[in-house]
């Protein structure tokens, strides 16, 4: 079969039929400063195999490695070591070839690794039941606040300015679509807004979302806001950029959280230039049939033997259409894989060494360039992220860092483009891959973007 294998005339009849003039139609949604205009000019038109790879690997070579400069990106996706067993195990035939776990008796292998990443995600979130996993970090989140309104019947929700504003705007745009009305803020220096979270709270309030820790690295007791929230008949959604950091603190869960999401990827995920990764989502029991996406379970087969099967999938377009709790499809299942292999190398015990580790190394970079001149650490309460505020705007000092081989944190100003408030705020990631040479390599080069 030809790899276009449609004719002019059948083109012709489907744009007719769905009123569409022409193809160029199909992407009036699309900016036109957004769209190429030609051919890219860094490609030939047609070249042999051999080099493609060659100009292709060329082209490569400008990115900046992760593993060969000093790197303190954090802000929802973190640089962890990956063990090379997890990559080893989940390339194995039978994982990579499984089939569908819809079909549970050709599926056992699926569902139980499914089952299993389940038991490690309700146990590290807090919470009693969680699903086969989710897309990713913020449309879990998005999910969270579906599920909350199918719940309480209610349609506003609070999101605290400590949420990641990919997350945020995540949510505005599916919000669109179903009535959802979003109060949301900006973070400040100053301080969290659990004040404002549960002043906030009234009769139409379906959930409060807290990140935790939040965007700028900030820790906080959620247990007051889930108190509030209960008292007038809403939900507390919290919601987990950085797993690691549960080997350490309370799990959210545990603190009153009816709705724990999340991002798997600093657990076995690598950052793959941002995905595929993979959504966490976990909630209280009573909750577990308005949950989104799949739940594996454990059942035993007419012959008493011990077998794992779908026991919600609860989306079902294909028998409920409109009424479906969520239209997720599947999910992340090689990345929930390399998740629950990594955390099942590591241990609880492996688990909390390595949280101290990251957050033992961040303590000592946060003391030592916060002793910069000019320059403040926004918080002393924080894992392995943190905030500084610079005596110059973030931005630009983040850029000459990069011409001096260091990747030195995220700044707010690109975050959140066009807050002033925010502009000299620099968001820096410390984990356990970080060495005394990238530290002082990082000291040296942010000393001279603020001199």
């Known amino acids: ?7 002019e005339a059948d083109r012709s009849e489907m744009l007719e039929v769905i009123g569409a003039g022409s193809i160029d139609e199909l992407f009036r949604d699309v900016p036109p400063e957004a769209r190429l205009d030609g051919p890219i000019a860094e490609l030939p038109m047609h070249a042999s195999e051999l080099s493609v790879e060659r100009q292709l690997a060329a082209m490569a070579r400008k990115n900046m490695v992760a593993g060969e400069v000093p790197f303190f990106l954090g802000c929802g996706a973190y640089r962890h070591h990956v063990p090379a067993s997890v990559d080893h195990i989940i390339q194995r035939g039978e994982f990579l070839t499984a089939y569908t776990p819809y079909q549970p008796e050709i599926a ?5 690794v499914l089952f299993e990443f389940q038991t490690q995600v309700a146990r590290l979130l807090g919470c009693e039941v969680a699903n086969a996993s989710m897309y990713d970090g913020s449309t879990a989140c998005w999910e969270a606040i579906g599920m909350a309104r199918r719940i309480t019947r209610r349609t506003g929700a609070i999101l605290s300015s400590g949420l990641h504003p990919h997350y945020v705007s995540v949510a505005r745009t599916m919000a669109r679509f179903t009535g959802d009305v979003l109060d949301t803020a900006l973070p400040s220096f100053e301080g969290t807004d659990t004040e404002r979270l549960i002043a906030g709270i009234g ?28 008292a007038a008949g809403a939900l507390l959604v919290a919601v987990v950029t950085e797993p690691v950091a549960l080997g350490l603190i309370k799990a959210p869960g545990e603190m009153g959280a009816d709705i724990v999401v999340g991002e798997g990827q600093s657990i076995g995920v690598g950052l793959q230039f941002g995905g595929p990764y993979v959504g966490l989502f976990a909630c209280r029991e009573k909750h577990v049939r308005q949950m989104p996406g799949r739940l594996a379970g454990e059942t035993i087969d007419a012959e008493g033997k011990r077998g794992f099967v779908l026991t919600l999938s609860t989306r079902e377009q294909h028998i ?18 390399a998740f629950s292999v990594h955390l099942t190398l590591l ?7 390595l949280a101290g580790i990251n957050h033992a190394r961040a303590a000592e970079v946060a003391e030592r360039l916060a002793a910069i001149p000019g320059v403040e650490l926004v918080s002393e309460t924080f ?3 943190f905030t500084l505020k610079l005596p110059v705007e973030a931005r630009p000092a983040v850029h000459a860092m990069v011409g ?17 408030s925010l502009a000299h705020g620099l968001v820096i990631a410390v984990t356990e891959t970080v060495t005394d040479a990238d ?8 000393k001279e973007c603020c001199a």
């Open 203 to 230: 009769k139409d309030t379906s959930c409060v979302v807290v990140q935790y820790p939040d965007i700028l690295g900030r820790i906080e007791d959620l247990t007051p806001i889930a108190e509030a929230a209960h």
């Open 108 to 112: 056992q292998g699926t569902l139980q």
């Open 1 to 7: 079969m030809r790899y276009l294998p449609l004719s």
């Open 439 to 446: 530290i002082d390599a990082f000291e040296t080069a942010l």
């Open 383 to 385: 894992f392995n992220e």
């Open 404 to 420: 001096k081989g260091v990747l030195g944190g995220v700044s707010l100003g690109r975050l959140y483009p066009g807050e002033a």
């Open 347 to 353: 241990g609880e015990k492996g688990l909390g060494r």
């Open 320 to 337: 409920r259409r409109e009424k479906a709790t969520s239209n997720i499809c599947t999910n992340s299942g090689l990345c929930a894989l």
